[in-house]
């Protein structure tokens, strides 16, 4: 797999690849609403890899992590522990959302459009926008800003949300424009989309990071918002068609940790010839501080499982599907 | 262990040198001062034999007395040989502060406070057969051409220069490619040519003395070692000290034929030359080791090897540099560099401090061993790129075929080794200080006096051009006055033969008759770090960007709030903070400001050249400066609080780097790094956790490899886990090993003053760590 770009140029232009590869993307009109990009990611497929958050996501699950993907809409994440009460984002806000009590900063969220002005103007970062448009020549002049350590490792990109997939357009452009490049390219995805995008993916995507969370259909409903037919329906049409896919279980104490649904991990696997590993993601608790970042209170907690548990349910899939089973840190 | 390049395997020590490990352990605690630089103990007891030449001999010349002493100093150490050591020679007392700097004696080991009157009258009357040339005349000569302005510049904290000049590496080639005699015939076959004048004379007979010094210390352990296999009773110990007493016996003079005989040579010269650099050990020792596969030796090769190691190790070797390429360009990585690594591995140790050159065609298996030695929680080996040195020594003058010679020396300096006199640094010039000068157009930071260039002040600036062309013009005024005191510095080491025994293994000073630090050598440019440059782009950036282009700050708000250290102003100093990109984040406006405060200053001081013939060039590995010239600044526009630490190395700083390493690497590798090629390194935080997979460990690898041929030039790693640096500083008791990285030194973090260890605690700030 060769680089479009001359890597030799790259230093004297300064400017990463962008100027050797953009040219070479056909230019339209789709944004995409992005809400992260995180350079140097090591563990969302092989290689060093960035990886793009997309938002918005027609799951539920109660455990969610990454809670700022959920909407589709730009969201204000406000980290209180960093606000120094400048209160120039009450004079910024023209749905007057910012207000000043007494001393205090008080944020109310009922009228806020997320238009971003307070954010613009906070000095601290304690106010955040997460969600932004971006074109996807936005979004590839950072990706391929690291196409050397890619080529290096056999790295590239791996889009993440929310669901990618619930900005199908956006998303395949992306994936395409990295192919272009020469770049690894996974998606992160909940499998729940249609087959037709389904289809459209496994031509532009090296590898499927595929989300499997509970194996009781009615279990699913309820912990995920939907049930899990159409996320094994495509997961057969993956199979089908001959892609990549290594299988990604979060683990939740009292939720999805049941013995069923460890040997439903296990059955899945050895259905699929296209699983080539099963990681298992065991249940953290850094999403809490975004939650409260969003002024959402009220979250699921629990405490993470122990190390042996996981363990046990790591070798009982393994010896099961015969795949090798990792436990993600 | 069969195959040196295993990950998953340790070296196996033979049971001999299990043994002799377990003897040097209980020695190693002895010396707390092994981290500055110092290979014994301090001056002992009583009377000092490095003196008694100087005053025995009155009318003879400094140079010979100088040599007598190194060599009496030598001689008069106890000849002691360890049990079942198979290399030997202990250290001396030492004295380095005479034999390598020649600059004041007192104050700098001798305690003239605490020394008996008789010593200190005897210590004076050695001190007055020197040049005197101290900081004091250094500083006067300066003043009498720059003006009583020279006393302002001293408490300024901008620079310091002409002190410090200790390492470079001698030709361990010529030693073993000669032997002790053929250097001696060397010698004495420039003086039958060059010697025309008493100076040149004297220096030749005091080098005649330092080769046939080496010789009779060589013979007084060959003797030991028969007088003990005479007495000994067990025949193992009997036979180990004969083949010592043969081995020290052959080396005394004829050129070696074994790698035993290469490996006791070479630690010999390295006593003598104060333990210091060793050059490309896996180069200059494989022709032996080659020899040794087909003609058996008495002891075994890698025996030889682990045996020189410990030498290295016990005494606190400060850097020996492994693969890189051959003469023809080729790589020359081969079973020693991992034969090497492996030992030192196995030792786990801080001491000898290796760097690993890194070339375009790496191979694979090196990469590995070295991450899995970093994430074993070494911090050695360091890394250098052949990509960016070779081209970059190249500008400076050096062939190709000398450049592709090179080594890391002392604090992670680069230079030929055997050809270079580029010794540690010249001076340190912190380049934030002349900012800080300039914001105030050229008025002292301490006191209201004009010390620089007469500039606009910041208040009095209409645009950021204005700015910066005001600090242009203190770096323009404050050069002359810096180079001419670091070149004083070079003419006091030259006129009191620093360095002398390393005159002999340094190609261009036997040819040419002229002491090592007088411009013997082939090669003479001269180092000097560069402190405080990603603060000084990022206060840059962050003015152009908030005061003269978005407008978001005022000229007076902000130079208020500099001038309160942000107190009342913490609204101004999270703007400065958040509001304006910082290099080290792949930001082009950031990085591009970093690159042209770089460019502005090291092409600058290219222009001079030192009294020795050499270009002056840039380096950054600062050991403690990036904190004592930090202690000495004000606030500064980067959001930096007064006397904050400028950072050790030309990274961002620390905490201002948050997109992760290869957004940070790409940052510094945009730097003008070839300018700079004294050594210019860079801090990479790769914490243990980090490093817990083989999946992680190869990416890494690989991001690195990138970053060495894409720009960057030196990478040090620190792989202690952040929550072991909280419990060190709580019970330091309990972390004696933990090894951390400041400037070019791995060392142990318990070791190191609360400032430092807050230092490198703040890097992990980054986030991800």
């Known amino acids: 797999m060769t680089h479009p770009c001359d890597l030799s140029t790259l230093k004297e232009k300064m400017q990463g690849c962008e100027s050797a590869c953009i040219p070479l993307f056909e230019k339209g009109d789709t944004v995409g609403m992005v809400f992260d990009i995180q350079r140097f990611s090591l563990y969302d497929g092989p290689g060093v890899r960035t990886v793009v958050f997309l938002k918005g996501c027609p799951l539920r699950c109660i455990w969610c ?29 023209p749905e007057g959302c910012h207000l000043k009590v007494g001393e205090q900063h008080t944020f109310d969220r009922t009228a806020c459009t997320a238009c971003g002005s307070c954010a613009g103007q906070c000095c601290t970062g304690a106010l955040r926008l997460a969600g932004m448009e971006m074109t996807p020549e936005e979004v590839m002049e950072q990706v391929l800003r690291d196409c050397g350590v890619y080529q290096a490792s056999g790295g590239g990109m791996t889009l993440s949300g929310g669901e990618p997939f619930a900005q199908p357009e956006f998303a395949l452009r992306l994936l395409r424009h990295a192919k272009e490049a020469g770049l690894h390219t996974a998606v992160e995805t909940s499998g729940y989309t249609t087959a037709d995008i389904i289809r459209e993916a496994v031509s532009c995507t090296d590898l499927f990071l595929y989300d499997y969370k509970v194996t009781d259909p009615e279990r699913h409903q309820m912990l995920c918002g939907v049930t899990n037919e159409r996320i094994l329906r495509n997961l057969k049409l993956l199979d089908t068609l001959g892609a990549e896919v290594i299988l990604r279980c979060p683990i939740v104490p009292g939720m999805n940790d049941s013995l069923d649904h460890i040997r439903g991990i296990g059955e899945v696997a050895v259905a699929y010839g296209c699983i080539k590993a099963v990681h298992l993601e065991p249940y953290h608790r850094l999403g809490l501080d975004k939650a409260a970042r969003l002024g959402q209170t009220d979250i699921f907690d629990t405490a993470p499982p122990g190390k042996d548990r996981m363990e046990q349910y790591r070798s009982s899939i393994e010896a099961h599907c015969g795949r090798p089973t990792y436990i993600d840190s | 262990m069969l195959d040196y390049t295993s990950v998953s395997e340790k070296l196996v020590l033979s049971d001999r040198m299990e043994k002799v490990y377990e003897d ?10 092994r981290e500055s630089t110092l290979c014994a103990e301090m001056q002992p007891e009583g009377r000092d034999p490095f003196l008694d030449v100087f005053l025995e001999e009155p009318d003879t010349p400094y140079v010979i007395c100088l040599a007598k002493a190194i060599v009496r100093s030598w001689l008069v150490t106890p000849v002691v040989i360890h049990p079942y050591e198979a290399v030997v020679g202990i250290t001396r007392p030492t004295y380095p502060f005479l034999e390598h700097f020649s600059w004041g004696i007192v104050d700098h080991g001798y305690k003239a406070d605490t020394m008996d009157p008789d010593e200190l009258r005897r210590l004076s009357a050695a001190i007055g057969r020197m040049t005197q040339l101290d900081e004091d005349h250094r500083y006067r000569t300066a003043g009498a051409v720059f003006g009583p302005v020279i006393e302002d510049l001293k408490k300024e904290g901008l620079f310091t220069a002409g002190d410090y000049q200790g390492h470079t590496i001698p030709s361990y080639d010529t030693l073993l490619d000669l032997g002790l005699d053929g250097v001696l015939e060397k010698v004495r076959r420039y003086k039958a040519v060059n010697a025309h004048d008493a100076g040149t004379q004297d220096l030749y007979e005091a080098w005649e003395i330092l080769v046939i010094g080496m010789s009779e210390y060589l013979m007084q352990y060959a003797d030991e070692a028969a007088r003990l296999a005479k007495t000994d009773t067990d025949p193992e110990q009997k036979r180990y000290h004969q083949q010592i007493a043969e081995n020290c016996a ?15 040579l070479m630690w010999c010269l390295s006593l003598w030359d104060w333990v210091d650099c060793l050059g490309r050990v896996d180069q200059y020792l494989y022709p032996f080791y080659k020899r040794a596969g087909t003609e058996p030796d008495v002891i075994d090769a890698e025996d030889a090897i682990v045996s020189i190691m410990f030498k290295l190790w016990e005494n606190g070797a400060h850097n020996a540099t492994l693969s890189g390429c051959g003469k023809d360009g080729g790589d020359a990585t081969n079973e020693l560099t991992f034969l090497f690594l492996q030992v ?21 298996k090196l990469l590995r061993l070295i991450v899995q030695m970093w994430s074993e929680g070494m911090c050695d080996p360091s890394i250098v790129s052949d990509t960016l040195v070779i081209p970059a020594l190249q500008r400076l003058g050096v062939t190709l075929e000398d450049a592709r010679n090179y080594a890391t020396l002392g604090c992670q300096e680069i230079e030929v080794p055997g050809k270079c006199d580029l010794g540690c640094e010249d001076g340190i010039f912190n380049v934030a200080k002349a900012f800080e000068i300039a914001m105030r157009g050229g008025k002292s930071t301490k006191s209201d006096r004009q010390i620089g260039a007469k ?7 209409e645009t950021f051009e204005e700015v910066y062309e005001s600090f242009e013009q203190q770096l323009w005024h404050f050069l002359p006055i810096f180079t001419f005191i670091c070149d004083r510095g070079q ?45 000084v782009a990022d206060a840059m950036t962050a003015i152009k960007k908030l005061v003269f282009e978005e407008k978001k700050i005022s000229k007076e708000q902000l130079q208020q709030a500099l001038d309160a250290n942000f107190e009342g102003f913490e609204k101004i100093r999270q703007m400065l903070l958040n509001l304006a990109p910082k290099f080290g984040n792949d930001d082009d406006e950031a990085d591009a400001m970093a690159c042209r405060v770089l460019d502005t200053f090291w092409d600058e001081l290219a222009k001079y050249r030192s009294v020795r013939g050499g270009p002056y060039t840039g380096a950054c590995s600062l050991l403690s400066a990036g904190v004592t010239f930090g202690a000495q600044m004000g606030a500064m526009a980067d959001g930096r609080f007064a006397g904050e630490p400028l950072g050790n190395t030309m990274g961002p700083r620390p905490g201002a780097d948050k997109r992760g390493l290869t957004a940070m690497l790409a940052s510094v590798a945009k730097l003008p790094l070839h300018k700079g090629v004294g050594g210019t390194t860079l801090n990479v935080l790769l914490p243990q956790k980090f490093l817990a997979d083989e999946q992680r460990r190869d990416a890494v690898a690989q991001t690195l490899r990138h970053y060495m041929r894409s720009g960057g030039q030196l990478a040090q790693i620190t792989s202690a886990d952040l929550e072991d640096l909280h419990d060190a500083k709580r019970h330091p008791e309990r972390h004696g090993d933990l090894i951390v990285r400041v400037g070019g030194f791995s060392t142990r973090f318990v070791q190191l003053s609360d400032e430092l260890q807050d230092e490198i605690i703040s890097r992990y700030v980054r986030e991800g760590l």
């Not at chain 2, 052959?250 to 006791?264: D, G, I, R, S, W």
């Open chain 2, 455 to 461: 500039t606009k002040t910041f208040l009095e600036c």
């Open chain 2, 24 to 33: 040097i352990l209980p020695r190693l605690h002895k010396w707390e001062a």
């Open chain 2, 344 to 364: 030192l591995r196995r030792i786990r140790e801080v001491y000898p401090r290796m760097a690993v050159r890194i070339r375009e065609d790496a191979d694979p």
């Open chain 2, 491 to 535: 003419e006091e080491r030259a006129a009191n033969h620093a360095k002398l025994l390393k005159g002999i293994f340094t190609d261009g000073c036997l040819e040419k008759g002229i002491p090592h630090d007088a411009g013997g050598p082939i090669y003479n440019y001269g180092v000097v770090e560069t402190a405080g440059v990603p603060p």
């Open chain 2, 250 to 264: 052959f080396v005394a003079h004829k050129k070696p034929q074994t790698l035993y005989q290469a490996v006791q």
């Open chain 1, 65 to 93: 992590h990454n809670r700022e993907g959920l909407s589709s809409k730009p969201q204000i994440l406000f980290d209180h522990t960093r606000c120094i009460g400048c209160m120039d984002c009450v004079d910024a806000c």
